[in-house]
DNA sequence: CCTTCTCTCTACCATTTGGTAGAGAGGTTT
DNA sequence: AAACCTCTCTACCAAATGGTAGAGAGAAGG
């Protein structure tokens, strides 16, 4: 115990946590302040600005993307099984850190000046992705489609099914940790079904 | 020509597209007014508040939405060509009316406290619509699974593909009249694939 | 003509916002 | 001890926000 987490990186934790819950225009420095126990000159003291703060904040959050993603893809496993294993891992990131999902969600709103920034930093990572499905196509390991699509429909469909609970709630699924695991296999299985190559 | 809009009705549209577009914070009365060439205490005259103008935008999509949807819905198509029909609307909603999907991103925000107000409008078709995969699947015209999850995941999917504009381009699909046909073609191939029945 | 109702306006306000200026405290270097 | 650097603070500020109070214009009805 007795561990010391500096300043700036409780600033930067407590932002990402914020702007990913609440969204940018809604998170006041003053609020995040607050939270933290110091003055809103303290924050600007390490950011110079809000927006700064917001864009150093995405820098992390993409940071931590990458590498999660790198880090599954680096298994090397093959066809749907190495889709499911990040399906799962995504699914983890979002019970166990659905804000960072919220900031995506946020960055990826339209007419977000901040895309630019995110995409700078994902863009090889989507790149080696959709090179994969490329790959496992070929090897007539996946159902034949336009690669770029068809991330398209599985980033909607995983990112959705993760983290957007509140139509789960409209939709009558409740929050509980058992519909949780229910919902994961669930998507696996219709993951899995959009994914099979066609037998012909 | 010459067609007189009440200022009210006026108001409401401009508040759905903004609403939709900006988000609920980031819109502000003065420049919703600005941009309709009125005073901000005009808009108060009609709509109490900020908020019950917003109830009342959500009011007024929730309308839209389940029109919509009972529309296409009294077709009395079977199977996936019913799902495909509805998924072809959406998409069709999401060229046409970006704004409107924007705002159900809006209010679908977790920790949003106006998620009930659109949940007690589109409930009923919910309901429809999950009782119809059911039917469907009890006949065997489409793959059997949890009819809760499988909606949230058509959810998912079709909304994403068809309003995610910004994730488009980082993953490198041109916003193009052409590529827009394109995407979606491949949702409703990746759907179909989803929904299939399994031939055993 | 006067009243009343509908609608939009001007004037104003308290609060909150992001941000600037600079003081002060504590440690390190010279 | 003097100078400096790092960090957090108090004191302010201009601008924008949602909202209140109420005037005025025009049409409708008595």
Redesign the interface.
Known sequence: MGNFVPTRQRVLDAALSAFG???Y??TSLDALAAQLGVRKQTILYYFPSKQALFDSVIDAAAQDLVELFEQEASRGLAGIDQVEAIVRRIFRLAVNR?ELL?LI?E??????IT?GR??AH??PT?DRA?RFLEREMEAGRL?R??P??????L???????A???????????PPSRRATV??RS??T???R????PTDT
């Open positions: 819950t609440d969204g225009p809604a659905p919220g969600r960055v990826t709103r339209p007419g977000s895309v995110l995409s994902v863009g989507v959709r159902r489609s336009d770029s699509m068809l991330l398209l429909s980033y909607s469909t995983v990112v959705g099914v983290s957007e609970l509140e139509v789960q709630r409209a939709m009558g699924i229910v919902r669930e998507l299985r219709f993951v079904a959009a994914l099979a």
